[in-house]
């Protein structure tokens, strides 16, 4: 089945610590995007790559890197300069990014939590 | 940039209808989109409007005003299962979406 996975489900962090959260995609898509959703809180957006070995900031990158060195693959990494970093965090990909739908598919998401 | 307004939360009875609203302003418009997210799982896609007009798909219909920068998302026959958050997502000129807080529908019997 084609689909966008995400893991680990939950992930704890320790102060101090780097974490990175793991999402592939065998949908072919181009596109991929990392959100951060927040209780009571839209979706808002930490990175997005149009493209394999190119991504953008979003609107709050701010201690989030990302790579893309293939186009099944986003991990997002969360440094230790992300003081608040507990949060739901959800991986997207669509077909592309430019006219047409562009539907986004999400996977289940990965629950961070700070120890 | 961009600004998207939703209401919170709503309420409504099972078999009955309910219209989650969206306004929206943007520089640039290139669609807009509603999700569905239930509690902890990930949003999926319901509707796409990028022409002034009502889609209809079964008992979910979307409609957009590009003059009013207005949006609404029509639920009929409710049913238990409806209770979601329901996301309205706007795409401007960067062609990234961006998305809305989000409406929490409960809905009881």
């Known amino acids: 089945d084609g689909g966008i996975t995400q893991s680990p489900k939950y992930l704890f962090r320790k102060e101090g610590q780097n974490v990175t959260l793991s999402c592939e995609q065998n949908l072919n898509h181009d596109a991929m995007y990392w959100y951060r959703q927040d209780p009571g809180q839209g979706l808002r957006l930490i990175y997005y790559s149009q493209i394999v070995n190119d991504f953008q900031k979003g609107d709050i990158a701010e201690g989030y890197s990302v790579s893309r060195e293939k186009k099944e693959s986003f991990p997002l990494t969360v440094t230790s300069a992300q003081k608040n970093p507990t949060a739901f965090y959800l991986c997207?990909?669509?077909?592309?990014?430019?006219?047409?739908?562009?539907?986004?598919?999400f996977g289940a998401g990965t629950r961070l939590s700070v120890l | 940039g961009q600004n998207i307004d939703q209401p919170t939360e709503m309420t409504a009875t099972e078999g009955a209808i309910v219209q989650i609203n969206c306004t929206y302003q943007t520089s640039g418009f290139n669609g807009l989109f509603w999700y569905q997210q239930h509690a902890g799982e990930a949003p999926t896609f319901l509707s796409y409007?990028?022409?002034?007009g009502l889609e209809e798909k079964g008992r979910f219909s979307s409609f957009l005003s590009r003059s009013k920068g207005y949006s609404y998302l029509l639920l009929k026959e409710l049913q238990m299962k409806d209770s979601a958050s329901y996301l309205c997502a706007v795409r401007g000129g960067s062609y990234i979406p961006t998305f809305g807080r989000g409406t929490s529908l409960i809905v009881h019997p």
């Open positions: 997207a990909s669509s077909i592309g990014t430019g006219i047409g739908k562009n539907i986004q598919y």
């Open positions: 409007n990028v022409l002034d």
